[in-house]
């Protein structure tokens, strides 16, 4: 039946009301021939959204910051802690990470009918006839913000157990994609022994972990074998022992090892110490002039039996710097678990390079032996850092990803990005949201974080210590009224600098040792170079846009100053900042913040709210809210 048609013959229907009319004709609109279906559940945090914008306020007493802004040349990531429901959360974050997220983890709850699923304040029980229902739409909203804080490399991992496994799939499936399920992982998380039990006569011994790409730019660990062979990934040599020899081979230096005395360790795509390479039979050797180390590599097969040994040819100075090294390489009999993306045995082809990743992970160990750090308690829900060191290795993580974790329980997704940056000198960035019911996030999240980085004495009475090249800082959610009336527009381009620092990833304040007035301008640098200024409503305004014209005039930037001014229009700011515009980077606000918000409310389909009468002001307070124009696109 046409759909257009048989809306035509519900609205022509006399015996029902206008409310009844309007939930059948949403029915007809929504209707799926395939796919998951729900009754839709409104949460209270939801309506929120509809009178309220969220903002993120920093509580700066809990900061923990390290005085030393660079480590080796790398700036010290500031790590973010937000306390507060996390649909709120995610809304800030369109405004200030949408697209910038490589890596999302979350654990969310996994709605066993035990007390660990809230919804709208009360736990879902197994005999709520809703219960599914409600853990889809509260799944549905936060997956599809999720979906737009993704880079297009991006990907999410979802731990989940059989309660919800095969819901959220089809859910996913529908969100991102069903070509973009990279896997459905297995963990083995319980003994074999608890499979039966006098109490329960089969008992889960797995979990799983649900993996979808934001698009095909991602690109797994595990596939080389589908990627150009040539300047693609970069791999370092890790020796365990020292050269048995160095001989003179083609008139050449050659490090000589024992077989299995070493591992190949596949790094990060782009420049490294094997820029570009080729096969040759069961050798490795860096392309170039390679027609002139041919003749040594077949010698240095004959003379050492190249199938088991490691030649490292030296000094070749490629690159004119004495520093160029050339390598012949061969697997060891043996694959060895280090970071080895090599199998072991002869390289025949491209489809021989790489190890593919087992669909089943077996942690029941890891799983059974979590508990204190610290000193604080976080057993229940708490996932083991060796577990997360995993999902960091299938998302294939650069030095500076940035990965947020939207249901973060105790925060091991941050303590195990630290660990990872401590280990290969990285610099990336995690993002942890969390409530704060039963004191979780200050008392746990928070202080097992802080001890973390500031060191501790375990339960054993050994001192750890801590992995202080990281900064934590702790924001809280706050609100401005979503009406747009001139008040409000001012309050929110207020209240938005914390949410800009964030963005802008600019902390350090100058506002007053530069001589400007706190109320009327912010001034922030990351320390390096980076600098951020945002202008507030004030009846100096053009005299401050004036001050800071010449300021920026005279200040040494490694980039274009992010400039955010309290403007009606992008034309306008710029006139003010003509003399500077080829230093700056303008944004008017609070308009910039309403389009985020705005189109973040289309993807939560929420609608229109009621019309609210204001009563004129003196600020002549304007009759329209965020919601009016939201159809538009």
């Not at 599914?132 to 999720?146: N, Q």
């Not at 060895?336 to 077996?362: A, E, L």
């Not at 939560?604 to 009468?613: A, F, G, H, S, T």
């Amino acid at each position: 039946m046409n759909k257009q048609d048989l809306i035509s013959k519900i609205k022509q229907l006399d015996a029902i009301s206008q409310d009844e009319r309007a939930y059948l004709i949403n029915l007809v609109n929504t209707k799926k021939k395939y796919g998951l279906v729900w009754e839709d559940k409104p949460e209270d945090v939801e309506e929120q959204l509809r009178e309220n914008l969220p903002v993120l306020k920093e509580v700066k007493e809990k900061a923990i910051i390290n005085k030393d802004v660079t480590l080796s040349g790398v700036e010290v990531p500031n790590h973010i802690l937000i306390e507060g429901d996390n649909l709120h959360a995610l809304t800030a974050l369109t405004f200030t990470h949408e697209g910038k997220i490589d890596v999302i983890y979350i654990d969310p709850p996994y709605n066993t009918g035990n007390k660990d699923f809230k919804y709208n304040d009360t736990f879902v029980d197994k005999e709520d006839s809703y219960r599914h229902s409600k853990w889809l739409s509260f799944m549905d909203k936060r997956l599809r913000i999720a979906k737009r804080l993704l880079s297009e490399k991006g990907v999410v991992f979802i731990s989940i157990d059989d309660n919800e496994c095969f819901q959220l799939k089809l859910l996913c499936n529908e969100i991102f994609g069903e070509t973009n399920c990279e896997n459905v992982f297995t963990i083995k998380v319980r003994h074999e022994n608890r499979i039966l039990r006098q109490d329960i006569r089969y008992h889960q011994t797995t979990e799983y972990l649900l993996a979808y790409r934001k698009s095909n730019e991602f690109i797994p660990p595990r596939r080389i074998n589908e990627r150009d062979i040539e300047n693609d990934y970069k791999f370092n040599i890790n020796t365990t022992k020292l050269p048995i020899k160095t001989e003179l081979i083609g008139g050449y230096n050659v490090e000589i090892y024992d077989k299995n005395s070493y591992s190949i360790i596949q790094t990060l795509p782009g420049d490294g110490d094997l820029k570009s390479y080729s096969i040759r039979g069961s050798l490795i050797t860096q392309s170039g002039s390679a027609s002139e180390f041919y003749e040594s590599n077949l010698r240095a097969k004959k003379e050492f039996d190249g199938f088991n040994t490691l030649y490292k040819v030296i000094n070749m100075g490629t690159r004119g710097d004495g520093l160029g090294y050339r390598y012949i390489m061969q697997p060891p009999s043996k694959s060895v678990k280090n970071g080895t993306y090599f199998q072991g045995k002869p390289i025949k082809s491209k489809s021989d390079i790489g190890i593919p990743h087992p669909n089943f992970f077996d942690f029941v160990n890891e799983f059974n032996n979590v508990g204190y750090e610290g000193n604080i308690d976080f057993k229940n829900g708490k996932k083991p850092l060796m577990f997360l060191d995993k999902v960091f290795e299938l998302a294939n993580l650069s030095i500076d990803s940035v990965i947020l974790d939207f249901f973060a329980g105790s925060g091991t997704t941050l303590h195990a990005t630290m660990k990872l940056n401590a280990e290969d000198g990285g610099s990336r960035q995690c993002i942890l949201v969390t409530n704060n019911e039963n004191n979780i996030c200050e008392e746990v999240t928070y202080e097992r974080n802080k001890r973390v980085i500031n060191g501790y004495t375990n339960a054993k009475g050994i001192k750890v210590e801590g992995l202080k090249n990281n900064n934590l800082r702790y924001f809280k959610s706050e609100f401005v009224p979503s009406s747009k009336t001139e008040k409000n527009k001012r309050l929110l381009t207020q209240l938005s600098t914390e949410l800009l620092c964030i963005k802008e990833n600019c902390y350090q304040d100058l506002t007053e040792k530069e001589g400007f007035n706190s109320l009327q301008c912010s001034i922030y640098t990351n320390g390096g170079g980076k600098h951020l200024v945002v202008v507030y409503h004030s009846r100096q305004i053009e005299t401050v846009c004036e001050q800071l014209t010449n300021y920026i005039k005279d200040l040494e930037t490694t980039e274009k100053v992010k400039l955010y001014v309290f403007s009606p229009e992008k034309e306008t700011l710029l006139e003010d900042f003509y003399d500077v515009k080829d230093k700056i980077d303008a944004v008017p606000l609070p308009e910039a913040i309403y389009n985020a918000y705005r189109a973040t409310f289309r993807t939560l389909k929420l609608d229109k709210k009621p019309m609210v009468i204001i009563t004129p002001t003196n600020d002549a307070d304007e009759e329209n809210n965020l919601f009016d124009n939201q159809d538009e696109e």
